[in-house]
């Protein structure tokens, strides 16, 4: 079975761009989570999807927004990027219930000059 | 406000000898944690769980222990290995949440040869 799998692994971007960045879940999945990892601060939930629909929420700006689409892929956008949005961008997906594991892909690492 | 805390961001042990990386948690209602290990350039991989009605959980060299009433948990590898090297995050989850997981700023373990 495939694993997550997130594109694209790379990015730079200059401040005041946008940026889209995609998931695609473990087939079967339902719910795909984001997260921003930075040193020291571990990973960040920024949020999750399930069936299409924002089931939770972190707490980022509004710049950060995504969507799910009917096949369970997912995207997340960045807009109007500042330089502290230079980070690693991890998706994970999981069945969706109480308590499932989840499964991360190898994340999209972003740079904002 | 970080809910799980990883109080040491580093560990260095022989091999062969124990790693013992430690969690502690602020909110109560957290009723399922995870370990996850990370490498380099990929994403993080479940490693172990226990949810709140045990207070340990073994998988092969590794076992997770948790002190409800202290509000801590920890990860024991024994004997530790070479490839044990990574980063490991701890991180919890319940229905106060709703699935989201909460993870600590990971601990970055080194294991001398």
């Known amino acids: 079975k495939a694993g997550v799998t997130q594109t694209p692994r790379y990015l730079i971007k200059t401040r005041g761009q946008q940026v889209t960045l995609s998931c695609s879940p473990i087939s079967g999945h339902r719910s795909v989570s984001w997260y921003q990892q930075t040193p020291g601060q571990g990973l960040q939930f920024l949020f999750e999807y399930f069936s299409e629909t924002q089931r939770n929420k972190g707490n980022f700006p509004g710049r950060f927004s995504g969507r799910q689409f009917s096949n369970s892929r997912s995207e997340m956008n960045v807009s109007t990027l500042e330089l502290g949005d230079s980070a690693l961008y991890l998706c994970a997906s999981s069945l969706g219930g109480e308590n499932n594991e989840q499964f991360f892909g190898p994340g999209t690492r972003l740079t904002v000059l | 406000d970080q809910q799980v805390k990883q109080n040491s961001p580093s560990l260095s042990v022989q091999e062969g000898r124990i790693s013992i990386l430690n969690c502690d948690y602020t909110n109560s209602m957290f009723d399922y944690f995870l370990w996850y290990k990370k490498y380099p350039a990929e994403g993080p991989t479940f490693l172990i769980s226990i949810s709140s009605i045990k207070d340990k959980n073994e998988d092969g060299r590794f076992t997770v222990f948790l002190n409800k009433s202290a509000k801590h948990l920890s990860l024991h590898i024994v004997p530790s290995q070479p490839g044990d090297s990574a980063v490991y995050f701890c991180?919890?989850?319940?229905?106060?949440?709703?699935?989201?997981?909460?993870f600590g700023a990971g601990t970055t373990v080194t294991v001398r040869a």
């Open positions: 991180a919890a989850s319940g229905t106060s949440n709703d699935y989201k997981l909460s």
